[in-house]
């Protein structure tokens, strides 16, 4: 095991792909932002969150591969990590989200405020200082210890010893746990809030199990990627990817429970300041979205998933998981957009091209800094007790 | 941890497929051990106790009991909810632990198993009888009648009923087939020939031959994901009977995921209580390996950080909801009359299993023996925390009340824990506590390929 | 067990003992390839390797479970529904009378009820079982097969079998000992 996992060179050729999107992306981001200020912050949003899920996830499967040390968890180890690093740049495409923030909540907006008692009595919570406090503390909770594992990680590739093996894993069960916390006050802050008098105590656990579907849905196709390339041709084996698609199925499966649990109680219970998320959620387009979000999220990939010969075929395995992708899309925005119409007199569903380019935009600077961060370091870590073990033949 | 990648063995070394045969199915066939019979009895005495209360019930009626109005759900909710969550430990073990391929659910899921069971027998008893009529019972199942009436689906009292039958019946089958194989040892050990009748009639002739062991091995793995989602909808469900309502302090759609980790979190407290005395009586520590103790305290301290997180998000979301009722369930429940029961709650099921992040209290099963008993009160605190602080206090100052549990209430209740422990007392005399085939599999060269 | 004191009674097949899963895999093999086809294997637990030297096919058991998984959810929605909209429609709270996010859940219960029937069930009916007599259990070492030790049998069915010859095919295997299993 003295090889050295050097990253394949046409990572290159993506990044530039990715620089180019992001250049288009941005260029026609930036137009509809002077054409449409409100309607840009909005597709912002959902955008950011959807790229920001995929990089939390990826820490959050980090974390749990280094308590649980599963074979799985080695082999895209180094993929997973390369996300945690792109933290930072997240933290920076947060910046215009403060900018708009009265363009995206209606709490933001002191006139709003005046007129409606609730919100009122939330704006213990709900306020500007607040948000931005909590917004700083939750980067800092989850880019701190990313960093930290990270800099061990490389460490105990130059100096074999399993002092910093054993650190990283009681660093990692803490960096979990305050993940969790800081994601569900994030949900809340970023996602709920939109629709300030509306309240689920499940919302942050569903947005943590949407993380962990997103994480594997991307990290899915960055290990076909890699598997068809020197050096990790000879590693991966369709026993990985068989893990890959039961941590999926597993994952998909945990959101479609968190889903119906919401859906259950709510529908049950009936209040009226309660059921107005599910009754502006099936009424005119945004039922079909509803529908799609059913057929797509669970169904298609849940019976396509029970199949074995399907979970050890890396390249049909990835095209489930690029559909579950677009889906984390589908499902951020279906939490999202009918909150924004609300108040405008407007239900229905609107998309709007700002919703596709910025997505490409903050796409493509993510996944350029992602595939610079996977290439600075070796695919598989030089000093792991169990890579042996994870690469050993079935 | 004598290693440092926490890699100790499962199974001690030196041992053979004989010889694991033998020490197990030896305990099957040995004299009775002195202390067995004082175990045993002392568990009867309170099943007798059981039996004198609910004859009590019977002919007086559930007036007996502390309940009233509004406080409408007392113990049997309580303890139907605290017995069903032990309950699930034992087919996380053998379903989800086996799924994730973890080789060290051997030595324990036998034992679990037979827990699950024990512990839905005894949930099954409230239910049952706090309808008031028990002999009426059947009225809950959808059968034709001559009223031609039909339940309503849309109830989580009738989920329930199908909830927690299928549980059983599958917690059933899962545990039966998953003796089988063990039965054929036993029927092939026995000397005299009335055990090996019996032993060898449940065993239906089970032969080993390698058409039965793949069929076997396809049905229980497939058994195994069939139990791990019905596990988590049975919690769910009785987390709805309270969620669906609109009681403040019910109506949270946290409850399901919350439950569910509740119930492992009790079941994994319950395993431990049981296994870290029995391994001792019966000299198992080369099975039941200290590994085994401490992976089921860090599933147990993973699990309690969940539940933790579930206090945590109703009280955030009480006071962020803005609903005057909900703010005022939660300063009900810390400083309102039943404040006590929320302060032990939280002593016991969020403070003390924190001991087993240190290093000392994770590798003594004296202390992780102590804090499972701690999470086990904890547990049935929990419960009655939801259920009486929610229904004493809604939303109507005039009709609020309060709530204690009578003599009656207290005696059903260990009374039940008498007949849990009088079952697993039993089962461990008479059947083998340990899946025998099972750990022969997971000796070295087992696997058939050269080591 | 009780074949010593019988006198002549039929041959079901020639049984070779052993004491390791590998010489038990080696044998099965070596008697794939010269020829013999009504095999069986016997051992203490499920080794996939020795039904992979047996060369047989997949189980049937999942698709009886997926069957009835479909049976139990279908079943169980559709007589929900009966019950709700035809025999017995109630208004509860001004809820549909098809509730269908309600019914989901006894829905899911059946599913799982019938898909577990069906997995214990078709195992049971896929093996034979229950089958309180088969002549294997005629051989006095066969107990152990419960224990450690690992059993090939080849049946008098079997188009190549030779009381001698098949005996003698066993032998040179290095077994602990070849028996005759009486019928």
């Not at chain 1, 130059?158 to 660093?171: H, K, L, Y």
């Not at chain 1, 990290?219 to 020197?230: C, E, H, M, S």
């Amino acid at each position: 095991m003295s090889q050295v996992f050097a990253p394949p060179p046409d990572i290159d050729r993506l990044r530039s792909r990715a620089w180019l999107a992001a250049a288009v992306g941005i260029a026609v981001s930036a137009g509809g932002f002077f054409l449409d200020r409100g309607q840009f912050f909005r597709s912002y949003l959902v955008s950011w969150l959807f790229w920001l899920g995929i990089a939390l996830g990826c820490y959050a499967v980090a974390l749990l591969h280094q308590l649980s040390r599963g074979a799985w968890g080695l082999m895209i180890r180094r993929a997973l990590g390369a996300a945690t690093r792109t933290l930072p740049l997240l933290l920076l495409l947060f910046v215009p989200i403060v900018v708009g923030l009265s363009e995206i909540y209606v709490w933001a907006r002191p006139e709003a405020v005046a007129a409606d008692e609730v919100i009122q009595q939330k704006s213990w919570y709900l306020n500007r200082n607040g948000f931005l406090l909590r917004a700083a503390l939750y980067f800092l909770i989850w880019m701190g210890p990313a960093w930290l594992l990270n800099r061990m990680s490389l460490r105990q590739d130059a100096a074999a010893d399993d002092r910093t093996f054993r650190r990283m894993q009681g660093i990692a069960a803490p960096a979990l746990g305050l993940y969790c916390l800081a994601a569900t006050f994030a949900s809340v802050d970023w996602l709920m809030s939109l629709n300030p008098h509306w309240y689920s105590s499940l919302w942050g656990v569903n947005f943590i199990g949407g993380h962990a579907v997103s994480a594997f849905a991307f990290i899915i196709p960055v290990a076909l990627f890699l598997a068809g390339r020197k050096p990790m041709d000879e590693q991966f084996q369709p026993r990985h990817f068989h893990d890959y698609g039961k941590l999926l199925l597993a994952f998909v499966m945990l959101w479609t429970y968190f889903q119906l649990s919401q859906l259950i109680i709510i529908w049950s219970g009936n209040l009226p300041e309660e059921v107005t998320f599910y009754l502006t959620r099936t009424e005119g387009g945004w039922l079909w979205v509803s529908i799609l979000l059913a057929v797509g999220h669970f169904a298609l990939p849940f019976v396509l998933l029970l199949s074995r010969d399907l979970k050890r075929d890396a390249r049909k395995l990835a095209w489930v998981a690029v559909v579950l992708l677009v889906m984390r899309w589908v499902d951020l925005y279906w939490q999202a957009a009918p909150a924004f119409a609300h108040g405008e007199g407007q239900h229905g569903l609107h998309l709007h091209w700002l919703d596709l380019s910025t997505m490409v935009g903050i796409g493509g600077l993510w996944l350029a800094v992602y595939f610079g961060e996977l290439k600075k370091r070796p695919l598989l870590p030089a000093f792991e007790p169990y890579l042996r073990e994870a690469v050993a033949d079935e | 941890m004598s290693d440092p990648l926490g890699k100790a063995p499962i199974v001690a070394p030196g041992h053979t497929a004989g010889s694991v045969t033998d020490k197990i199915s030896s305990i099957v066939f040995e004299r009775t051990p002195r202390w067995w019979w004082a175990a045993f009895g002392a568990s009867f005495l309170l099943v007798m106790m059981l039996l004198h209360s609910l004859t009590k019930l019977l002919f007086t009626g559930v007036g007996i009991w502390g309940i009233n109005i509004p406080v409408g759900w007392g113990f049997a909710i309580i303890n139907l909810v605290w017995w069903i969550g032990i309950g699930h430990a034992g087919t996380l073990i053998s379903a989800i632990l086996l799924l994730l391929r973890q080789e060290w659910r051997t030595s324990i899921n036998r034992f679990a198993e037979a827990m699950t069971l024990f512990a839905v027998a005894c949930a099954g008893i409230f239910p049952l009888i706090h309808v008031g009529r028990p002999w009426l019972a059947y009225w809950l199942l959808p059968y034709p009648n001559t009223m031609e009436l039909w339940p309503q689906f849309r109830s989580p009292l009738i989920w329930d009923v199908f909830a927690i039958s299928t549980y059983a019946t599958v917690s059933a089958l899962f545990w039966y087939v998953g003796l089988i194989p063990d039965l054929a040892t036993l029927r092939d050990r026995s000397v005299q020939r009335w055990k090996k009748m019996l032993f060898g009639a449940f065993a239906m002739g089970w032969r080993g031959s390698a058409v039965h062991w793949h069929n076997y091995e396809v049905a229980y793995l497939m058994l195994a994901a069939l139990a791990t989602p019905l596990v988590v909808s049975v919690h769910s469900v009785i987390s709805f009977d309270f969620a669906v309502g609109q009681l403040p302090g019910w109506h949270a759609t946290i409850f399901p995921p919350y439950f569910v980790a509740g119930a492992i979190f009790a079941g994994f407290a319950m395993v431990l209580t049981l296994s870290i005395p029995l391994r001792r009586l019966f000299r198992l520590e080369d099975f039941i390996t200290l590994r085994h103790i401490q992976n089921m305290a860090k599933v147990m301290l993973a699990t309690g950080l969940i539940v933790a997180y579930g206090y945590m998000t109703e009280i955030f979301m009480a006071f962020y909801s803005g609903n005057q009722f909900e703010e005022f369930m939660i300063l009900n429940r810390i400083a309102g009359p039943y404040r006590l029961y929320w302060w032990a709650l939280i002593l016991t099921n969020v403070l003390a299993p924190q001991a087993i992040w240190l290093r000392k209290v994770r590798t003594s099963p004296a202390l992780i023996f102590l804090v499972a008993m701690f999470v086990n009160v904890g547990m049935w605190l929990e419960r009655y925390v939801i259920v009486v602080t929610s229904l004493s206090r809604d939303f109507l100052p005039s009709s609020w009340g309060t709530y204690s549990g009578t003599y009656w209430d207290w005696s059903l209740f260990i009374g039940t824990i008498g007949l849990f422990l009088a079952l697993i007392f039993l089962f461990i005399r008479f059947l083998p506590m340990i899946s025998i085939f099972e750990m022969r599999t997971i000796l070295p060269g087992a696997k058939g390929n050269p080591e | 067990m009780n074949g010593v004191e019988q006198e002549t009674v039929g041959t079901y097949g020639l049984m070779a003992e052993f004491e390791s899963p590998t010489g038990l895999i080696a044998a099965c093999e070596a008697a794939r390839e010269a020829g013999y086809t009504k095999l069986d294997a016997y051992t203490p637990y499920p080794i996939e390797a020795v039904w992979e030297a047996l060369g047989h096919h997949k189980s049937k058991v999942p698709l009886l479970v997926l069957l009835g998984g479909l049976a139990g959810a279908s079943g169980g929605f559709l007589f929900q529904y009966w019950v709700s909209v035809v025999a017995y429609p109630m208004n509860i709270g001004g809820r549909p009378f098809n509730s269908w996010v309600a019914f989901l859940i006894p829905s899911f219960e059946m599913m799982i009820l019938l898909a577990a029937f069906a997995a214990v069930l078709g195992m049971f009916i896929l093996n034979g079982l229950p089958m309180p007599y088969h002549p294997v259990f005629n051989v006095e070492r066969f107990a152990q097969a419960s224990r450690d030790r690992y059993f090939l049998l080849i049946g008098k069915i079997d188009p190549h079998f030779d009381p001698t010859e098949t005996r003698r095919f066993l032998e040179g295997l290095a077994p602990v000992e070849v028996a005759e299993v009486e019928e």
